[in-house]
Protein backbone atom coordinates (compact mmCIF):
# COMPACT_ATOMS: atom_id res chain seq x y z
CA UNK A 1 0.00 0.00 0.00
CA UNK A 2 1.60 3.82 -0.70
CA UNK A 3 3.11 5.71 1.98
CA UNK A 4 3.16 9.30 1.81
CA UNK A 5 4.24 12.10 4.05
CA UNK A 6 2.03 14.66 5.54
CA UNK A 7 1.55 17.08 8.52
CA UNK A 8 -0.30 14.62 11.54
CA UNK A 9 -1.66 16.00 14.74
CA UNK A 10 -0.96 13.83 18.25
CA UNK A 11 -3.19 12.71 20.52
CA UNK A 12 -3.67 10.21 23.62
CA UNK A 13 -5.61 7.34 22.12
CA UNK A 14 -8.29 7.65 24.16
CA UNK A 15 -8.77 10.94 23.00
CA UNK A 16 -7.99 9.82 19.81
CA UNK A 17 -11.47 9.87 17.90
CA UNK A 18 -13.39 12.65 19.47
CA UNK A 19 -10.08 14.49 17.78
CA UNK A 20 -10.76 12.86 14.20
CA UNK A 21 -13.96 13.76 14.04
CA UNK A 22 -13.43 17.35 15.39
CA UNK A 23 -10.81 18.01 12.65
CA UNK A 24 -13.56 16.16 10.48
CA UNK A 25 -15.86 19.01 10.98
CA UNK A 26 -13.92 21.29 10.74
CA UNK A 27 -12.80 20.18 6.95
CA UNK A 28 -8.88 20.15 8.48
CA UNK A 29 -8.71 15.95 8.61
CA UNK A 30 -6.66 14.35 5.32
CA UNK A 31 -9.21 11.22 4.47
CA UNK A 32 -7.57 9.96 2.07
CA UNK A 33 -4.57 8.71 4.83
CA UNK A 34 -4.90 6.39 7.49
CA UNK A 35 -4.47 7.43 11.04
CA UNK A 36 -1.37 5.15 12.64
CA UNK A 37 -1.13 4.28 16.69
CA UNK A 38 2.30 4.94 18.03
CA UNK A 39 3.62 4.80 21.89
CA UNK A 40 0.10 5.21 23.17
CA UNK A 41 -0.44 8.12 20.66
CA UNK A 42 -2.58 8.55 17.56
CA UNK A 43 -0.95 10.53 14.89
CA UNK A 44 -3.98 12.08 12.36
CA UNK A 45 -2.88 13.22 9.14
CA UNK A 46 -4.26 17.08 8.30
CA UNK A 47 -4.46 19.14 5.63
CA UNK A 48 -3.32 21.81 7.14
CA UNK A 49 -0.69 22.72 9.79
CA UNK A 50 -1.14 24.00 13.17
CA UNK A 51 1.33 24.83 16.09
CA UNK A 52 3.45 22.09 17.05
CA UNK A 53 2.07 19.49 14.58
CA UNK A 54 4.56 16.96 12.93
CA UNK A 55 5.58 15.79 9.23
CA UNK A 56 5.22 11.68 9.38
CA UNK A 57 4.44 8.56 7.16
CA UNK A 58 1.12 7.16 6.87
CA UNK A 59 -0.21 4.57 4.52
CA UNK A 60 -2.76 5.67 1.78
CA UNK A 61 -6.69 4.78 2.03
CA UNK A 62 -8.32 3.13 -0.58
CA UNK A 63 -10.54 5.52 -2.72
CA UNK A 64 -13.69 6.87 -1.37
CA UNK A 65 -17.10 6.94 -2.83
CA UNK A 66 -17.34 10.16 -4.99
CA UNK A 67 -20.17 11.67 -2.65
CA UNK A 68 -22.14 15.28 -3.69
CA UNK A 69 -20.81 18.82 -2.57
CA UNK A 70 -21.86 19.73 0.73
CA UNK A 71 -21.13 21.65 3.75
CA UNK A 72 -21.09 19.32 7.01
CA UNK A 73 -22.43 21.25 10.11
CA UNK A 74 -23.11 18.60 13.12
CA UNK A 75 -25.29 16.38 12.09
CA UNK A 76 -26.85 18.56 8.83
CA UNK A 77 -25.40 18.57 5.41
CA UNK A 78 -26.07 21.66 2.97
CA UNK A 79 -25.79 20.93 -0.49
CA UNK A 80 -25.40 24.07 -3.04
CA UNK A 81 -27.44 22.35 -5.53
CA UNK A 82 -30.92 21.37 -5.07
CA UNK A 83 -31.00 17.06 -6.02
CA UNK A 84 -33.20 15.22 -3.53
CA UNK A 85 -31.42 12.14 -5.10
CA UNK A 86 -27.96 12.97 -4.74
CA UNK A 87 -29.36 14.16 -1.08
CA UNK A 88 -30.55 10.60 -0.34
CA UNK A 89 -27.55 9.38 -1.79
CA UNK A 90 -25.39 11.22 0.75
CA UNK A 91 -27.66 10.73 3.68
CA UNK A 92 -27.19 7.12 2.97
CA UNK A 93 -23.23 6.99 2.56
CA UNK A 94 -22.98 9.13 5.69
CA UNK A 95 -24.04 7.90 9.07
CA UNK A 96 -23.28 10.88 10.67
CA UNK A 97 -25.94 12.76 8.51
CA UNK A 98 -29.38 13.14 9.92
CA UNK A 99 -30.53 15.97 7.43
CA UNK A 100 -29.62 17.50 4.25
CA UNK A 101 -30.39 20.99 3.56
CA UNK A 102 -30.11 23.31 0.17
CA UNK A 103 -29.87 27.12 1.03
CA UNK A 104 -33.24 29.03 -0.21
CA UNK A 105 -31.51 32.62 0.65
CA UNK A 106 -28.21 33.99 1.52
CA UNK A 107 -27.60 35.09 4.85
CA UNK A 108 -29.48 38.04 5.19
CA UNK A 109 -31.55 40.57 7.32
CA UNK A 110 -30.44 42.06 10.69
CA UNK A 111 -30.30 38.97 12.26
CA UNK A 112 -28.01 37.20 9.63
CA UNK A 113 -30.35 33.97 9.02
CA UNK A 114 -31.15 31.92 6.13
CA UNK A 115 -34.34 29.93 4.83
CA UNK A 116 -33.46 26.44 4.18
CA UNK A 117 -35.27 23.66 2.03
CA UNK A 118 -35.38 19.99 3.61
CA UNK A 119 -33.69 17.25 0.67
CA UNK A 120 -33.93 14.48 2.59
CA UNK A 121 -33.83 13.04 6.42
CA UNK A 122 -35.26 14.54 9.31
CA UNK A 123 -37.19 17.57 8.88
CA UNK A 124 -35.27 20.03 11.35
CA UNK A 125 -32.34 23.24 11.02
CA UNK A 126 -31.12 21.77 14.41
CA UNK A 127 -28.15 20.11 15.25
CA UNK A 128 -25.13 20.25 17.77
CA UNK A 129 -21.59 20.71 16.75
CA UNK A 130 -18.39 19.96 18.37
CA UNK A 131 -15.30 21.88 18.33
CA UNK A 132 -11.99 21.38 20.76
CA UNK A 133 -14.33 19.65 23.73
CA UNK A 134 -17.02 22.46 23.31
CA UNK A 135 -20.90 21.27 22.41
CA UNK A 136 -22.69 23.90 20.22
CA UNK A 137 -26.96 23.69 20.00
CA UNK A 138 -27.07 25.31 16.79
CA UNK A 139 -30.47 25.96 14.49
CA UNK A 140 -29.15 27.05 10.97
CA UNK A 141 -32.83 28.74 10.06
CA UNK A 142 -32.76 30.66 13.76
CA UNK A 143 -28.93 32.33 14.05
CA UNK A 144 -25.60 32.22 11.61
CA UNK A 145 -22.86 29.38 12.25
CA UNK A 146 -19.91 28.67 10.35
CA UNK A 147 -18.09 25.46 11.80
CA UNK A 148 -15.11 26.47 9.12
CA UNK A 149 -14.17 29.39 11.90
CA UNK A 150 -12.94 26.63 14.61
CA UNK A 151 -9.26 26.83 13.89
CA UNK A 152 -9.78 30.85 13.35
CA UNK A 153 -11.58 30.78 17.04
CA UNK A 154 -8.08 28.56 18.55
CA UNK A 155 -5.97 31.33 17.03
CA UNK A 156 -7.71 34.09 18.80
CA UNK A 157 -7.80 31.66 21.96
CA UNK A 158 -4.06 31.36 21.61
CA UNK A 159 -4.07 35.52 22.24
CA UNK A 160 -5.81 35.59 25.26
CA UNK A 161 -4.17 36.04 28.43
CA UNK A 162 -5.67 34.99 31.76
CA UNK A 163 -7.59 37.88 33.32
CA UNK A 164 -8.91 39.61 30.53
CA UNK A 165 -12.23 41.62 29.44
CA UNK A 166 -13.28 40.39 26.36
CA UNK A 167 -16.61 41.26 24.30
CA UNK A 168 -18.38 39.52 21.70
CA UNK A 169 -20.10 41.69 19.48
CA UNK A 170 -21.93 39.62 17.06
CA UNK A 171 -21.98 36.53 19.54
CA UNK A 172 -24.39 34.44 17.58
CA UNK A 173 -25.24 31.08 19.35
CA UNK A 174 -21.87 31.84 21.38
CA UNK A 175 -18.84 29.62 19.74
CA UNK A 176 -15.90 32.52 20.33
CA UNK A 177 -17.43 33.80 23.42
CA UNK A 178 -17.48 30.21 25.07
CA UNK A 179 -14.14 29.57 22.99
CA UNK A 180 -12.12 32.27 24.91
CA UNK A 181 -14.18 32.04 28.20
CA UNK A 182 -11.40 29.19 28.93
CA UNK A 183 -8.94 31.69 29.36
CA UNK A 184 -10.69 35.68 29.67
CA UNK A 185 -11.77 37.00 33.22
CA UNK A 186 -15.04 37.63 31.66
CA UNK A 187 -16.68 37.65 27.88
CA UNK A 188 -19.59 40.00 27.34
CA UNK A 189 -21.88 38.06 24.40
CA UNK A 190 -23.71 40.04 22.43
CA UNK A 191 -26.43 39.71 19.46
CA UNK A 192 -29.54 41.61 18.03
CA UNK A 193 -30.78 38.65 17.29
CA UNK A 194 -33.24 36.78 19.98
CA UNK A 195 -33.54 33.64 18.57
CA UNK A 196 -29.43 33.32 18.83
CA UNK A 197 -29.27 34.70 22.52
CA UNK A 198 -31.92 32.14 23.21
CA UNK A 199 -29.40 29.42 21.58
CA UNK A 200 -26.20 30.58 23.46
CA UNK A 201 -28.34 30.63 27.26
CA UNK A 202 -28.64 27.05 25.86
CA UNK A 203 -24.69 26.38 25.04
CA UNK A 204 -23.58 28.26 28.47
CA UNK A 205 -25.42 25.60 30.42
CA UNK A 206 -24.40 22.67 28.09
CA UNK A 207 -21.03 23.86 28.33
CA UNK A 208 -21.39 24.23 32.23
CA UNK A 209 -19.89 28.34 31.38
CA UNK A 210 -20.23 30.81 34.31
CA UNK A 211 -18.08 33.46 33.38
CA UNK A 212 -20.01 34.71 29.93
CA UNK A 213 -22.68 37.49 30.25
CA UNK A 214 -24.95 37.23 27.78
CA UNK A 215 -26.78 40.30 26.37
CA UNK A 216 -29.73 40.92 23.29
CA UNK A 217 -28.82 44.39 22.39
CA UNK A 218 -27.72 46.61 19.08
CA UNK A 219 -24.03 46.42 19.01
CA UNK A 220 -24.06 50.27 18.27
CA UNK A 221 -25.51 51.20 21.56
CA UNK A 222 -23.23 48.82 23.83
CA UNK A 223 -20.77 51.96 23.94
CA UNK A 224 -23.30 53.55 25.88
CA UNK A 225 -24.86 51.24 28.15
CA UNK A 226 -21.91 48.84 29.16
CA UNK A 227 -19.73 50.22 32.39
CA UNK A 228 -16.74 48.36 31.22
CA UNK A 229 -13.53 48.98 28.82
CA UNK A 230 -12.35 45.70 27.11
CA UNK A 231 -8.95 44.18 26.31
CA UNK A 232 -10.17 42.38 23.57
CA UNK A 233 -13.24 43.01 21.18
CA UNK A 234 -14.54 40.56 18.59
CA UNK A 235 -16.22 41.72 15.70
CA UNK A 236 -17.50 38.95 13.79
CA UNK A 237 -20.16 41.11 11.25
CA UNK A 238 -18.07 40.02 7.96
CA UNK A 239 -21.34 41.34 6.05
CA UNK A 240 -20.58 44.96 6.99
CA UNK A 241 -18.37 45.35 10.09
CA UNK A 242 -17.47 49.85 8.93
CA UNK A 243 -20.25 51.07 10.70
CA UNK A 244 -19.51 49.41 14.27
CA UNK A 245 -15.66 50.52 14.51
CA UNK A 246 -16.10 53.88 16.59
CA UNK A 247 -18.31 51.82 18.75
CA UNK A 248 -15.25 49.05 19.10
CA UNK A 249 -12.97 51.55 19.44
CA UNK A 250 -15.02 53.24 22.54
CA UNK A 251 -14.87 50.03 24.33
CA UNK A 252 -11.33 48.88 23.60
CA UNK A 253 -9.31 49.88 26.51
CA UNK A 254 -6.05 51.63 25.11
CA UNK A 255 -3.29 48.26 24.18
CA UNK A 256 -6.11 46.04 24.09
CA UNK A 257 -7.11 44.62 20.19
CA UNK A 258 -9.92 44.37 18.34
CA UNK A 259 -10.53 41.21 15.61
CA UNK A 260 -12.58 42.66 13.43
CA UNK A 261 -13.74 39.78 10.40
CA UNK A 262 -15.24 41.19 6.96
CA UNK A 263 -16.13 39.72 3.60
CA UNK A 264 -13.60 41.32 0.60
CA UNK A 265 -12.55 41.14 -2.72
CA UNK A 266 -9.23 43.09 -2.43
CA UNK A 267 -6.39 43.33 0.24
CA UNK A 268 -6.29 45.91 2.78
CA UNK A 269 -10.10 46.79 1.93
CA UNK A 270 -10.44 47.93 6.15
CA UNK A 271 -7.53 50.12 6.28
CA UNK A 272 -8.93 53.30 4.66
CA UNK A 273 -12.28 53.02 7.79
CA UNK A 274 -9.06 52.76 9.89
CA UNK A 275 -7.57 56.12 9.42
CA UNK A 276 -9.54 58.06 11.49
CA UNK A 277 -8.84 55.57 14.67
CA UNK A 278 -5.80 55.61 17.21
CA UNK A 279 -4.31 52.07 15.64
CA UNK A 280 -0.80 51.54 16.72
CA UNK A 281 -0.84 48.65 14.08
CA UNK A 282 -2.97 45.89 12.16
CA UNK A 283 -2.29 42.93 10.83
CA UNK A 284 -4.64 41.52 7.81
CA UNK A 285 -4.83 37.56 7.66
CA UNK A 286 -7.06 35.33 5.18
CA UNK A 287 -9.53 33.04 7.19
CA UNK A 288 -10.67 31.15 3.93
CA UNK A 289 -12.48 31.49 0.59
CA UNK A 290 -15.83 32.70 0.69
CA UNK A 291 -16.64 32.45 -3.45
CA UNK A 292 -14.94 33.34 -6.35
CA UNK A 293 -13.04 36.43 -6.03
CA UNK A 294 -14.11 37.27 -2.53
CA UNK A 295 -12.87 35.82 1.01
CA UNK A 296 -13.55 35.98 4.88
CA UNK A 297 -10.41 38.53 6.26
CA UNK A 298 -9.56 39.16 9.68
CA UNK A 299 -7.62 42.55 10.94
CA UNK A 300 -5.96 42.00 14.13
CA UNK A 301 -6.04 45.66 15.45
CA UNK A 302 -3.76 47.08 18.28
CA UNK A 303 -5.55 50.44 20.14
CA UNK A 304 -3.22 53.01 20.35
Known sequence: MEEREQWC??????????VRQELARSDVLDRSLRPRAEEGCLLIPVLTPGPGDLRCMFRSLPPQQELPRHELVGGIAI?????PVAAESLLRARPVIHTVLFPE?????????RSFEVLAGEPTTRTVVTEYGHRFVIDLSAAYFSARLATERQRILRQVTPGEFVLDMFTGVGPFAITLADVASLVVASDLNPGAVLLLLENLRLNRVKNVLPACADAGHLDRVLPWKFDRVVMNYPLDPVPFLPHAMRLCK????IHCYMLQSEEAALLPALEDYPVAACTEHMVRSYSPGKWHAVYDILVE
Open 79 to 83: MPDHD
Open 254 to 257: PGGW
Open 9 to 18: VKVPLDEGER
Open 105 to 113: SEVEGEFRT
